[in-house]
T-cell receptor
């Protein structure tokens, strides 16, 4: 099983450019989410989804869009990149059923630099 | 509002000794889960241990145990017999049953000394 696959692993953008970080999981997880990791700030939740067609904002949603058209895929879009969005991005998924712990399975991370 | 606090930016421990990493949380949801994850220098996130809010016993997984004090809203991670390979960032996380979203603390960097 591939688990959670994130692409690209590295990306350099110029201010104002747009891009999409791709995330796919093959574990039939209902819950998918995006985090950004910055030094000293841990992982901050950007957006999350509990199923196809359902998305919600996390702690730091501004500047990011998501959609969930299938159970497997949860892309993260930066419409107009800013230097403040330079970060490492993680996609994570889990089961979302009562009675299951719901530990997160993470992708390998995507390092984004905005110049 | 959901909140996780880790007050120790860095910790040192001697090899083979035990170490406790602190985590406090806040939530209005009576049903929630608490997690610890490890992030080695290679960058991947590794799930270590889980504690449910209604679990009567503290969770244990090998050398990891979770000291859960519900009234104090704390969920400290105890690592027994530290090994050099335990040097990493450790994150405490919480998932509310209502909505399922999971948030993380700022993390604690653990250094194990030989």
């Amino acid at each position: 099983n591939a688990g959670v696959t994130q692409t690209p692993k590295f990306q350099v953008l110029k201010t104002g450019q747009s891009m999409t970080l791709q995330c796919a999981q093959d574990m039939n997880h209902e819950y998918m989410s995006w985090y950004r990791q910055d030094p000293g700030m841990g992982l901050r939740l950007i957006h999350y989804s509990v199923g196809a067609g359902i998305t919600d904002q996390g702690e730091v949603p501004n500047g990011y869009n998501v959609s969930r058209s299938t159970t497997e895929d949860f892309p993260l879009r930066l419409l107009s990149a800013a230097p403040s969005q330079t970060s490492v991005y993680f996609c994570a998924s889990s089961y979302a059923q009562r009675g299951s712990p719901g530990e997160l399975f993470f992708g390998e991370g995507s390092r984004l630099t905005v110049l | 509002a959901q909140k996780i606090t880790q007050t120790q930016p860095g910790m040192f421990v001697q090899e083979k000794e035990a170490v406790t990493l602190d985590c406090t949380y806040d939530t209005s949801d009576p049903s929630y889960g608490l997690f610890w994850y490890k992030q080695p220098s290679s960058g991947e996130m590794i799930f270590l241990i889980y504690q449910g809010s209604y679990d009567q016993q503290n969770a244990t997984e090998g050398r990891y145990s979770l000291n859960f004090q519900k009234a104090r809203k704390s969920a400290n991670l105890v690592i027994s017999a530290s090994q050099l390979g335990d040097s990493a960032m450790y994150f405490c996380a919480m998932r509310e049953r209502r909505g399922f979203k999971t948030i993380f603390g700022a993390g604690t960097r653990l250094f194990v000394k030989a």
